[in-house]
């Protein structure tokens, strides 16, 4: 059984969530840029009541932003650092991340940063707690948010059973030639090329597939 197979059997999804600066711009995660290029999401350590411990790595035009007071989390740890990098050991503070750390059915995974153009954060966990998530984040930053699915949720048979037989075939055409992947194999173009059909056809497909499965998620 593969990863993803397992994935599959267990219920569990994948999801994107992009926010823009404009969007978050009364959360703390956002207001750190001030003093970081970027922050990394590594790898959650614990969870608490005030968010998550975690490691985290961040970039900087100067050293001395490891000294100044954050809003966005309490630096607990230097583990290693260069002239313009360091990998830390971090408390978040900010209500975006207390949505995950009280959700044990839901992670971050790998991509997940706070740049100067905004959040991406990357998801897997349930369908429930999905749900829950998007809930959660109606209520801090309304639907200022675009969501992007992975290829493990865009098989699950859950949400193949939605679709029409012509865009279930362009979407397992998407799947089977890694558009869906992490990062893209091929274009909307390639896809047409393959299956003899225009590009336009291809986008409508995708886009009304990727809109019923999505959908899906939301809470009634």
Not at 25 to 42: A, I, Q, Y
Not at 61 to 67: C, N, Q, R, S
Not at 117 to 127: A, E, P, R, V, Y
Request: aromatic share 8%; hydrophobic share 35%.
């Amino acid at each position: 059984m593969t990863l993803a197979d397992s994935s599959q059997s267990f219920g569990l999804r994948y999801m994107q969530l992009d926010i823009s600066r404009e969007t978050a711009h009364d959360l703390p995660g956002v207001s750190f840029t001030n003093s970081f290029k970027v922050c990394e999401f590594v790898s959650q350590i614990s969870s608490n009541e005030t968010g998550m411990v975690c490691f985290l790595k961040v970039s900087f035009d100067d050293p001395k932003a490891l000294d100044e007071s954050n809003p966005a989390f309490e630096l607990l740890e230097v583990l290693s650092q260069t002239n313009n990098a360091a990998l830390i050991k971090a408390q978040t503070l900010g209500p975006l991340p207390r949505i995950f750390s009280t959700n044990e059915e839901v992670w971050w995974i790998s991509p997940t940063y706070v740049s100067r153009n905004g959040m991406k954060i990357t998801l897997k966990g349930t369908s429930k707690g999905m749900r829950s998530v998007r809930e959660e984040l109606y209520k801090l930053v309304g639907d200022g948010y675009k969501v992007k699915l992975g290829s493990e949720s865009i098989q699950n048979p859950e949400f193949i059973d939605l679709l029409p037989e012509k865009q279930r075939a362009v979407l397992n055409k998407a799947v089977e030639m890694g558009y869906y992947s992490r990062p893209r194999k091929c274009t909307q173009r390639d896809i047409a090329r393959e299956m003899n059909v225009k590009q336009a056809t291809i986008s409508e497909h995708l886009q009304s597939a990727e809109s019923k499965i999505i959908n899906s998620l939301t809470i009634p």
